[in-house]
């Protein structure tokens, strides 16, 4: 179990935070002023921007230079998102949201812990898992909130 592994295995992780917070800037940035989800998505986001900074630190300690954005893929992946599957009002941007988080927040990292990682690297990783799935489940009570609003 190399060091570069740990590195590769680490920054795969990392370029999916930082994803993640250009995912909510956008959202962010489609929201009225006035919205209730500008709190809970500027939280999100902060989140994110805490285990980008985790994950950095943790690459720095091991030798290694941590990715600084998600990568042409990532934005690509985030484009071909925004084109195909555009939310519209706040109630579709919930839902994006919570399809981001599962499908390139929770699943990604579910995969990365499954590598060969050492226990600190490891702990880390659950640690983020375990916020993010916290997550989720925070937008699945607004989507429900918002549906009973109706």
């Not at 720095?60 to 600084?68: M, N």
Request: hydrophobic content about 35%.
């Amino acid at each position: 179990m190399s060091n570069e592994h740990q590195i590769d295995t680490l920054n795969k992780l990392l370029k999916g935070q930082h994803m993640g917070v250009d995912a909510y800037e956008s959202y962010l940035e489609k929201l009225p002023a006035s919205s209730p989800l500008k709190e809970p998505f500027i939280t999100i986001q902060s989140d994110l921007r805490d285990h980008a900074n985790l994950l950095s630190t943790r690459i720095l300690e091991l030798g290694g230079t941590p990715k600084k954005s998600e990568g042409l893929v990532g934005k690509m992946e985030l484009f071909m998102s925004e084109l195909f599957d555009r939310p519209h009002d706040e109630k579709e941007i919930v839902k994006h949201a919570i399809k981001g988080e599962n499908i390139y927040g929770n699943k990604m990292t579910e995969k990365i812990a499954g590598e060969e990682l050492d226990e600190h690297n490891q702990q880390l990783i659950h640690t983020i898992l375990f916020k993010q799935r916290e997550h989720v489940d925070e937008l699945k009570i607004i989507l429900d909130n918002m549906k009973n609003e109706e």
